[in-house]
C-alpha cells in the first residue's frame, strides 16, 4: 500500500506577480526560488521549509469577493511560524488586516491581496 508523505507545494493564483511578491517577499520574508522552471506564465516560486508556495498569474475561475471574512471558515493554506508575535507586527506594520482563531490557540488568519486565505500557527 502506498503512503502520501509529504506536501511539495501549494499554488496559488494571483492577478499580479509583483504585488503578491510584496506581500509574501516583503512582508511576510519569504524567499524567491530562482532556480525553478519558466512554465510559460507568469509567477513565483516561494521557498517554504522542505516545501513551497507557487504563484500563478492567470485568471481566476473563483470569486474573489464574498468570501468569509475569517478565513477559518474558508479553504486556506495552514503554514507554521516561529516567532508569532514578530509575524503579527509584521502584519500590523503592513497594515494586513487578520483575525485571530477562536479556538484560543497561537493562529491568526489573513489574506493576501488577490483574497487567498492563510492561517499562520505559531510554533513557539
Not at 521557498?47 to 469577493?65: M, Q, R, Y
Request: proline share 7%.
Amino acid at each position: 500500500m502506498f503512503q502520501i508523505e509529504r506536501i511539495l507545494h501549494v499554488s496559488l493564483l494571483v492577478a499580479d506577480t509583483d504585488r503578491a511578491l510584496s506581500f509574501y517577499r516583503d512582508v511576510l520574508g519569504l524567499e524567491v526560488d530562482a532556480g525553478r522552471p519558466d512554465l510559460g506564465f507568469p509567477g513565483a516560486w516561494l521557498k517554504v521549509g522542505e516545501a513551497s508556495i507557487h504563484l500563478l498569474e492567470l485568471p481566476n475561475p473563483d470569486p474573489v469577493t464574498g468570501r468569509p471574512e475569517h478565513g477559518g471558515r474558508d479553504r486556506h493554506v495552514a503554514l507554521a511560524v516561529g516567532d508569532f508575535d514578530g509575524l503579527v507586527r509584521a502584519l500590523d506594520a503592513a497594515g494586513v488586516p487578520y483575525t485571530r482563531s477562536r479556538s484560543g490557540r497561537p493562529a491568526i488568519f489573513c489574506r493576501d491581496p488577490d483574497g487567498n486565505a492563510l492561517e499562520f500557527i505559531g510554533t513557539e
